[in-house]
């Protein structure tokens, strides 16, 4: 896998992983060999990631992100799990990463059965975009914090249809696509 294929996997978890949180369950990220996994108190993120590991494991996100994000992004990334280390190379740079102990990330169920789901082509992202960008004008900045009182909704349940709902103390807005 390239820096840049890395890095695009990781880019959500960025958003995701708080650094300053006093749990280590939301500082770190859940290498597996065929997921990464991150979770924070408002939601949590699992990406499909074909990882040359051969165990579950846990690292800092913050410190993971940040060196992944400073090697060449055309260079192959190797990544290796060793006695309590995820060792790293790429291009001249090495390095590793000390493991966290098991952290108890929350699994995530299958919530979007088979017929409510949607295929989103390349070509529709931006009237995704714009979707999302419509759907959350009045989810301001306590949508993030309130524990689902207010935010974003994605509705899938109409076929073919990509519904973005969002609400705040005095608005409700409603895009679809």
């Not at 500082?27 to 979770?39: A, K, S, V």
């Not at 017929?115 to 979707?131: F, G, K, N, R, Y």
């Not at 993030?144 to 899938?156: E, H, K, L, P, Q």
Request: aromatic share 6%; glycine share 10%; net charge negative.
């Amino acid at each position: 896998m390239t820096g840049s294929e890395l890095n695009a996997l990781l880019a959500p978890f960025a958003l995701l992983i708080n650094k300053g949180a006093l749990s280590t369950t939301y500082q770190c990220l859940e290498l597996d060999p065929g997921y990464i996994r991150g979770c924070s108190p408002w939601g949590a993120l699992q990406a499909v990631a074909d990882l040359p590991i051969t165990a579950r494991c846990w690292v800092d996100g913050n410190a993971f992100i940040q060196v992944m994000k400073s090697l060449s992004s055309n260079e192959e990334v190797e990544l290796r799990s060793d006695a309590g280390w995820i060792r790293w190379s790429c291009g001249k740079a090495t390095g590793a990463f000390a493991l966290l102990g098991k952290q108890q990330l929350p699994e995530l169920p299958d919530f979007m059965p088979q017929e409510h789901s949607i295929v989103l082509e390349p070509a529709d992202a931006a009237l995704i975009a714009s979707t999302f960008d419509m759907g959350g004008i009045s989810c301001g900045e306590r949508g993030a914090t309130s524990n689902g009182i207010f935010g974003i909704v994605v509705d899938t349940t109409i076929p073919d249809i990509l519904s973005v709902l969002s609400s705040d103390d005095t608005t409700i807005t409603l895009a679809q696509a």
